[in-house]
Antibody
Framework: QVQLVESGGGVVQPGRSLRLSCAAS????????MHWVRQAPGKGLEWVAI????????YYADSVKGRFTISRDNSKNTLYLQMNSLRAEDTGIYYC???????????WGQGTLVTVSS | QTVVTQEPSFSVSPGGTVTLTCGLS?????????PSWYQQTPGQAPRPLIY???THSSGVPDRFSGSILGNKAALTITGAQADDESDYYC??????????FGGGTKLTVL
C-alpha cells in the first residue's frame, strides 16, 4: 500500500533553514509528481509546491517562491523541501502528497510539524 | 491574487442533504480547474473524496457527489451521518502548475 512518511520538522529560529523529507513506498515513485501542502495551526490547507516525476519541472506558491526549493531523489524514493529564510508564518504541519495526473492529491502523509520561533 | 472561496461553516441534520460550494473571487469555476474535495478531521491528514469535479476517490461512498452548480464547484452530501462532521476543502488547478485551496468549510451534523 502507498505510504508517505514525512520527517525533518522541528523548532527553528526566524531566518534559519530546515530541510524536510518524505519517504515514499508502495508505488513507483519515479513515475509520479509530488506535492507539499502545509497547514498553519488552526487554519486551512495551503498548497506549497509541486515537482514533476523526473524533477525537471517545479512550481511554487507565491508565498514561498524564492525561499523554498522542492527536489527529489528517485533512487531513494524520497521527496525534499528545502526551506530557507524561514518566517513565523511558515509555522505549521507540512504534508507531502502524491499527485495523480495533475488532477488531484490521491495519497497524503501524516505530516511533520515546523515551528518557526525565536 | 486568486482567492478560492468556501462557506466558513455549515450545519446539517442527520440524514439530511447539504451542498458545499467552491468559487473564485474573480470568474467562474469550470471543469478545467479540475476541482477536487478533501475531508479532514482534527489531527488527521486530509482524505480525498472527489476529483475532476465528480469522480469518486477510492472507497468514498456514493452519498458524496461533486458537480458544477452555476459558477461554482459543489460537494453534496446526501444522508448526512455523524461522522461526516469534518472540515471540507476544495482545491482548484489554476494552470501553469499552480494549485489553490479554498479556506475550508466546517461542517456540523446536529
Amino acid at each position: 500500500q502507498v505510504q508517505l512518511v514525512e520527517s525533518g520538522g522541528g523548532v527553528v529560529q526566524p531566518g534559519r533553514s530546515l530541510r524536510l523529507s518524505c519517504a515514499a513506498s508502495g508505488f513507483t515513485f519515479s513515475t509520479y509528481g509530488m506535492h507539499w501542502v502545509r497547514q498553519a495551526p488552526g487554519k486551512g490547507l495551503e498548497w506549497v509546491a509541486i515537482i514533476s516525476y523526473h524533477g525537471s519541472n517545479k512550481y511554487y506558491a507565491d508565498s514561498v517562491k524564492g525561499r523554498f526549493t522542492i527536489s527529489r531523489d528517485n533512487s531513494k524514493n524520497t521527496l525534499y523541501l528545502q526551506m530557507n529564510s524561514l518566517r513565523a508564518e511558515d509555522t505549521g504541519i507540512y504534508y507531502c502528497a502524491k499527485d495523480w495526473e495533475m488532477v488531484y492529491f490521491d495519497y497524503w502523509g501524516q505530516g511533520t510539524l515546523v515551528t518557526v520561533s525565536s | 491574487q486568486t482567492v478560492v472561496t468556501q462557506e466558513p461553516s455549515f450545519s446539517v441534520s442527520p440524514g439530511g442533504t447539504v451542498t458545499l460550494t467552491c468559487g473564485l473571487s474573480s470568474g467562474s469555476v469550470s471543469t478545467s480547474h479540475y476541482p477536487s474535495w478533501y475531508q479532514q478531521t482534527p489531527g488527521q491528514a486530509p482524505r480525498p473524496l472527489i476529483y475532476s469535479t465528480n469522480t469518486h476517490s477510492s472507497g468514498v461512498p456514493d452519498r458524496f457527489s461533486g458537480s458544477i452548480l452555476g459558477n461554482k464547484a459543489a460537494l453534496t452530501i446526501t444522508g448526512a451521518q455523524a461522522d461526516d462532521e469534518s472540515d471540507y476543502y476544495c482545491v482548484l488547478y489554476m494552470g501553469n502548475g499552480i494549485w489553490v485551496f479554498g479556506g475550508g468549510t466546517k461542517l456540523t451534523v446536529l
